[in-house]
């Protein structure tokens, strides 16, 4: 990967500019951010430091006269036109021409401009997190891609991630399910997805009712998705949880027929995940699931250390963490000796930091669980969790994601009035997205005309998709959203499908090109229209973008970019004739960029686990 910053223009501005405000300041001023900005007018110039304003109100300094001192300290000319001043005390920077060209040819490699992560410890991203015998819901689709374009972002700094996929395939939901089954007699070779997730629902039906179990999951503050653990604190509860719980301690003592069947539920649920992630081109399989079941052998051991620290008190016959800020306590064992989903919890954090040493670790799960995952977070720091063996410090984020909603505002439904399950979801994206590209390669001017119908179907499966993950991931990842097909799968605006296309006319053009492509691999790149320059200063902040996108946890910063990258682009086009450019040296400069331009957006696109058809 590259490790210099010579194709990184707001760096290389920066040190400059630092070592201009050592040098009017002194050395204790060494840290000073120069707050560099893209200039929002080109007028402006391309960049523009605005420290003159803050500092000079730190040290007492006239604004303007500062920015003068500095401006006559900095030594920019080797990639800077002379500075100039405007206003208070902005400071203009414009690239010079040869300058801009050398870092553009600089980025122009396999790395784009992506400079290495300086940490090299692991980062843990919890995603997915399907519940055995349950139907994929649109919640699952949101946590699987964030959670996975988060990674890709981490990946392409060089970082290793490990994906957790945290399946609920341990406790008594599980149970009261294979309880049920087996009662029944149900064939668990053969049974499929939608009948588990009939028994998944009958079985928790038969569970409710149970006003005090209820009554003590109030009491606790417990959120609802876990309810059925703080119904079984009850004496005398339901029979039907009875009967589960017993399959459960069967179950968790190792019982091999047990067992045997609890697999096959979980391969059944798996099998239907993988065909989601599959279309969905979502990096996760077997080596990802690490469930709740993977702990099972751990809990005594978090229980022991949460006991030995005193972290943990006993409060009827249960074992709870109690915080000062908070009614709330943490509970992580019941009276009975059972476990929760806090402890399961408790003793990942601990594998994740202790054993795969990782210092950042993102829980990408939906927003109403951001009060487990609150005491959760403190629970670990209050166990010492918060430091890998080599001593780093560990950072938590839960990313709270928010829903999916239809037009009326309300969780997304069928026309029935169901939740709509994931596979229906994709289905109808993948018909879409081949309806929409079959329908343009009837133009007898379109690429794709004439293409056998299989492929046109395939470049449909990706654009479909494409829409569905990039509207949701160009959102503040925390806002309900509201599910509009007809808008995402446009081929106009900040849509995944314009992005795709702007990506497949660049390669038509470049495929015009034909052999000029190669020879104009090495050109030397040329400004002589502003928009070529303008086309040259968005490539350039690429790097910058993904290291923002790992650092802030926000992939529409990705989305965000692209579009401002294929908007820069249309612009050149308009202005800049490539195949019929006057003379060798313009079209190859400009074929040359085509190409960049081609390989960013396909970079970006594949950040988000979108595929970039060459034809549309
Ligand atoms: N299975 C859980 C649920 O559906 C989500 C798991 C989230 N990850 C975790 N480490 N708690 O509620």
């Not at 399946?167 to 049974?191: C, F, K, S, Y």
């Not at 096959?264 to 989601?276: F, G, P, S």
């Not at 959203?481 to 990506?503: C, K, W």
Request: hydrophobic letters at 40%; one cysteine or more.
């Amino acid at each position: 990967m590259t490790t210099t910053t010579a194709g990184n223009p707001v760096e290389r501005l920066a040190r400059a500019l630092q070592k201009g405000i050592v040098a009017v300041l002194g050395d204790e001023f060494a840290d000073t951010d120069p707050l560099i900005q893209n200039s929002r007018n080109p007028e402006f110039g391309d960049y523009q430091a605005n420290v003159a304003m803050s500092l000079g109100k730190k040290v007492g300094k006239n604004p303007r006269e500062l920015a003068q001192a500095l401006v006559d300290a900095v030594e920019l000319d080797e990639i800077a036109e002379p500075l100039d001043i405007a206003g208070p005390g902005f400071i203009n920077i414009r690239l010079r021409t040869d300058a801009l060209a050398d870092m553009l040819a600089s980025m122009d490699d396999h790395d784009l401009g992506v400079q290495p992560d300086a940490d090299t410890h692991a980062i843990a991203i919890d995603l997915c997190g399907v519940n055995v015998a349950k139907q994929m819901h649109v919640g699952h689709l949101r946590s699987t891609i964030i959670g996975d374009a988060l990674a890709r972002a981490y990946e392409r700094l060089g970082r290793t991630v490990h994906r957790e996929n945290h399946l609920g395939d341990w406790g008594l939901p599980i149970a009261m399910v294979l309880h049920q089954l087996r009662e029944q007699g149900v064939n668990l070779d053969t049974i499929e997805l939608t009948d588990l997730d009939r028994a998944y629902r009958d079985a928790q039906l038969s569970g409710k009712g149970d006003s005090r179990g209820l009554a003590a999951a109030n009491r606790l503050g417990a959120g609802p998705h876990r309810f059925i653990e703080l119904e079984e604190q009850t004496a005398g509860a339901h029979e039907a949880i009875e009967a589960a719980k017993q399959t459960l301690v069967k179950l968790q003592q190792g019982d091999d027929e047990l067992l045997r069947d609890w697999k096959k539920l979980i391969d059944c649920t798996l099998r239907a995940v993988y065909e989601a992630i599959d279309i969905l081109n979502v990096k996760l399989g077997p080596e990802n699931n690490r469930g709740e079941s993977f702990y099972r052998d751990r809990l005594d051991g978090v229980i022991e250390h949460f006991v030995s620290k005193k972290i943990a008190h006993e409060d009827e016959g249960a074992l709870v963490v109690r915080y000062e800020d908070r009614e709330r306590p943490m509970l992580i064992r019941k009276s009975d000796g059972g476990f929760l989903y806090a402890t399961t919890d408790l003793a990942a954090i601990q594998y994740r930091t202790q054993d795969l040493k990782a210092d950042r670790l993102i829980y990408v799960v939906d927003a109403r669980q951001r009060d487990h995952f609150r005491d959760l977070f403190d629970g670990a720091r209050l166990a010492g969790w918060d430091h890998t063996p080599d001593g780093a410090a560990i950072e938590f984020r839960h990313i709270p994601f928010g829903a999916v909603l239809g037009d009326d505002r309300k969780p997304l439904k069928t026309r029935s009035g169901k939740l709509v399950t994931l596979k229906s979801l994709l289905d109808e994206a993948v018909d879409r997205g081949s309806a929409e590209v079959i329908g343009r390669a009837n133009d007898p001017n379109a690429p794709t005309h004439g293409l056998p119908e299989a492929e046109l179907r395939e470049i449909g499966k990706h654009v479909g998709i494409g829409a569905v993950k990039y509207a949701d991931l160009s959102n503040d990842l925390t806002k309900d959203y509201v599910f509009d097909f007809d808008r995402m799968i446009s081929f106009e605006g900040n849509t995944g499908p314009y992005l795709q296309y702007a990506h497949a006319r660049i390669c038509s053009i470049l495929g015009r090109a034909g052999d000029a492509t190669s020879a104009a691999r090495t050109a030397q790149f040329r400004f002589d229209e502003p928009a070529e320059k303008q086309l040259a200063l968005v490539l350039l902040r690429y790097g910058d973008v993904v290291t923002d996108v790992a650092r802030a946890l926000e992939p529409h910063r990705i989305c965000t970019y692209l579009y401002e990258l294929a908007e820069a682009y249309n612009a050149f086009y308009q202005h800049c004739p490539v195949l019929k450019a006057e003379g060798e040296e313009i079209r190859n400069s400009r074929i040359r960029l085509c190409d960049l331009v081609r390989r960013v957006l396909a970079d970006g696109l594949d950040l988000l686990g979108i595929q970039a058809p060459e034809r549309m």
